[in-house]
C-alpha cells in the first residue's frame, strides 16, 4: 500500500551503532519496526502503556484487538504471565520459534496490552537482529503486525516503510522474513483444554504429540459486524488486499481454459503448460514452506499492480497448508 504525505521512517541495517540507537529509542518509550522469523513488528516497551497506545494509534488497531508481547529469554515469562506445565513443555521445545502461548497475565503488563484481558500472549522470537535488538534493551517489547490494521503483513522492511512510512521513525531491516505468516496461536489457560487460535507454522499436530494430549483446531466463527465484544483478533476480514481476492480449491488446469486478462490467477504450484502475464505460482516445487514465504509479498505485489481481481488457488491441506488457507480466506473476506 503506497501512503501519500511526509515520509519521516528510515530504514536502519543491523549495525552494532544502529542497534544500540533502536534499543535507545525503545526505552525512551518510541516505536521501532523489527524484524522476526514470522513477519515485520512494530514493537514498543510492554510495560509502557503509553508507548503500547501509540502502537494502536500508528496501526489503527482498535484497542479490543490484543498485542502479543515479545520476551528474550525464557526465563522473562515469568515477569509477564503465569506459566504452567504445559506450557513450559511447549517453550522449551518450540521457543525460540513461531509459537505464541495465551497464559494469565501478570498485572506488571498494562491492560492496553492484552485490550483488558485477564490473559496475555507470549512469544520468544527466533531472529538474531529481533534478539540482539531485545537484549539490548532488557524488555519484553509488545509488537503487533507492523502495518495498517487489516492489511497485509509486512515481510520486509519496503513493506513496513510502504504502510507505516508516514507514522513511525524507526524501522530496523533484518532482510526478509523466513517464514513469512505470523506465529502459531495457543490458548495455554487451562492446560487440560489446549486449543489453537491461530495456525502457523508450528502445527496442531507438533503441540497435541509435544503434550501427549488432545488439542482443538481453531474455532470457524464469523462475528456478526456489530458484536461489541468481537474474540479478539478473530475478525474474519484480514490480511487484506485491496483488489478483491477469491479463493479456488482448484484453478481451472486444463489446456483450454482461458484467464481474463484483467485478472490475476495465482496458481499454488502452476501446472507446466499454462503460462501468461498475469499467471502466477507461490511455490515452483510444491513446498508449503515457500509458498508460506512468498504469500504476503505475492499479494502485495499484485495488489499494486491494479488488477481487477486476485484469483488463488488453497494450499493442500494439513500443516502449513492450514496456516496459509487460514490467511487466505481471512484476505479473501468481505467483511
Ligand atoms: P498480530 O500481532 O497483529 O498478529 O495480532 C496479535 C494477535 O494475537 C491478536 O490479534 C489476537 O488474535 C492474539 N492475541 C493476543 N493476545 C491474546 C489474548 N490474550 N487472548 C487471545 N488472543 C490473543
Ligand atoms: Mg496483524
Known amino acids: ?40 513488528g512494530l514493537a514498543a516497551n510492554a510495560l509502557d502503556e503509553a508507548a503500547c ?40 521445545k518450540f521457543w525460540p520459534g513461531p509459537l505464541t502461548m495465551v497464559l494469565p497475565k501478570k498485572s506488571a503488563v498494562p491492560g492496553i496490552v492484552s485490550a483488558g484481558l485477564a490473559t496475555v500472549a507470549v512469544r520468544l522470537p527466533n531472529h538474531p537482529v529481533f534478539l540482539r535488538l531485545q537484549r539490548l534493551t532488557g524488555l519484553p ?46 490458548d495455554l489457560r487451562n492446560p487440560r483444554r489446549v486449543r489453537i487460535l491461530r495456525p502457523g507454522a508450528v502445527t496442531r499436530d507438533q503441540i497435541a504429540q509435544a503434550l501427549g494430549c488432545a488439542v482443538s483446531a481453531p474455532r ?17 476480514r484480514h490480511y487484506s488486499p485491496r483488489t478483491p481476492v477469491t479463493l479456488h480449491r482448484h484453478l481451472p488446469d486444463s489446456p483450454h481454459d482461458t484467464f481474463a486478462t484483467t485478472d490475476a490467477w495465482v496458481f499454488f504450484t502452476r501446472p507446466l503448460h499454462i503460462s501468461g502475464k498475469n499467471i502466477f505460482a507461490l511455490t515452483s516445487d510444491g513446498s508449503t514452506a515457500a509458498a508460506a ?40 473476506a468481505r467483511e
Open 1 to 40: 500500500m503506497k501512503t501519500t504525505g511526509p515520509r519521516s521512517a528510515h530504514i536502519y541495517r543491523a549495525t552494532p551503532r544502529n542497534l544500540a540507537r533502536l534499543a535507545a529509542a525503545l526505552r525512551r518509550g518510541e516505536l521501532v519496526a523489527v524484524p522476526t522469523e514470522t513477519v515485520y
Open 53 to 92: 497506545r501509540h502502537i494502536f494509534t500508528a496501526k489503527g488497531r482498535p484497542a479490543q484487538d490484543p498485542l502479543i508481547v515479545h520476551i528474550g529469554h525464557l526465563r522473562e515469562l515469568d515477569a509477564i504471565a503465569d506459566s504452567n506445565p504445559a506450557a513450559l513443555i511447549l517453550a522449551r
Open 293 to 332: 514465504h512468498r504469500l504476503f509479498s505475492t499479494l502485495r505485489r499484485l495488489d499494486y499492480k491494479g488488477y481487477r481481481t486476485i484469483h488463488i488457488e488453497e494450499a493442500p491441506n494439513g500443516g502449513l497448508g492450514d496456516a496459509i488457507n487460514d490467511r487466505l480466506r481471512r484476505a479473501a
Open 220 to 236: 470457524q466463527r464469523k462475528p456478526a459486524p456489530h458484536a461489541a465484544q468481537l474474540a479478539p483478533g478473530m475478525l474474519t
Open 141 to 186: 517489547l509488545a509488537a503487533p503486525s507492523a502495518n495498517p490494521f487489516g492489511y497485509v503483513s509486512p515481510t520486509t522492511a519496503r513493506h513496513v516503510h510502504d504502510g507505516l512510512g508516514a507514522r513511525i521513525k524507526y524501522i530496523l531491516d533484518g532482510g526478509p522474513t523466513p517464514i513469512g505468516l505470523e506465529s502459531t496461536i495457543v
